[in-house]
């Protein structure tokens, strides 16, 4: 079964440029998670989709920040302008009703993220 | 939201059982507790997750005292592989179920 993937796995931009970065959810899971991990700290949720619906979005800084998942599978995050302080590593990770070996049902599986550097 | 507490780091050398803590006091009835484990450039995978008691499947035990205000999660035999940060996340999956990492604990595991 293939992972979650992401493209691209690494971005250099400028700062106020636009960029944009791409997941593919493992088929059939209809959670969609993107995260945020900067250096050294543990990942923070930015938005959770729940097929193309955003259910929690609370924690995505909608000035500069948007996300879709418009046929509920793949999903775009997108950063426009882009700020020296959006330099990270973009993980997105998927579950699904049944996912894994939770018992709960909920393990992530998360993709291997992108690396934005915005100088 | 019940927030964790975990060692930032511990060292370990090869073979050896490795008990990582996690502080969780303001866990709520339908919380469960999970581990995952990030290696460098990769996302986190998950280990284990349970309520109370005990579980334990290939790669570690999940000990959750009766109280569940905390949990070790236990890796037998730790090899150099082992070298990775291991997060506790404590949560609900009903429909306010967020996931926060915290920081997690730095494992080195040496030979």
């Known amino acids: 079964e293939a992972g979650v993937v992401q493209s691209p796995r690494y971005k250099i931009i400028e700062k106020k440029q636009p960029v944009a970065f791409w997941c593919n959810p493992i088929?059939?899971?209809?959670?969609l998670y993107w995260y945020l991990q900067n250096l050294g700290q543990g990942p923070e949720l930015l938005i959770r989709?729940?097929?193309?619906?955003?259910?929690?979005d609370s924690q995505l800084p909608k000035d500069r920040f948007s996300a879709e998942r418009l046929k509920g599978v793949d999903s775009t995050l997108k950063i426009q302008p882009a700020e020296l302080g959006d330099s990270a590593v973009y993980l997105c990770?998927?579950?699904?009703?049944?996912?894994?070996?939770?018992?709960?049902?909920?393990?992530?599986?998360f993709g291997p993220g992108t690396r934005l550097t915005v100088l | 939201l019940a927030k964790t507490t975990q060692p930032i780091s511990m060292d370990s050398y090869e073979g050896q059982e490795v008990n990582i803590t996690c502080s969780h006091n303001?866990?709520?009835?339908?919380?469960?507790i999970t581990w995952y484990q990030q290696f460098p450039s990769q996302g986190p995978r998950f280990i284990i997750q349970?309520?109370?008691t005990k579980v334990t499947n290939e790669v570690a035990s999940l000990f959750i005292p009766a109280d569940r205000k905390s949990s070790t999660l236990s890796l037998p035999r730790v090899s150099l592989s082992d070298t990775a940060v291991y997060y506790c996340?404590?949560?609900?999956?009903?429909?306010?179920?967020?996931?926060?990492f915290g920081a997690g604990t730095r494992l080195f595991v040496k030979a």
């Open positions: 990770a998927s579950s699904g009703r049944t996912s894994g070996r939770s018992p709960q049902g909920n393990e992530q599986f």
């Open positions: 088929s059939g899971h209809n959670t």
């Open positions: 989709y729940e097929n193309e619906e955003a259910v929690d």
């Open positions: 303001n866990i709520a009835t339908n919380d469960y």
């Open positions: 349970g309520y109370k």
């Open positions: 996340l404590v949560g609900d999956k009903g429909g306010g179920f967020k996931t926060i």
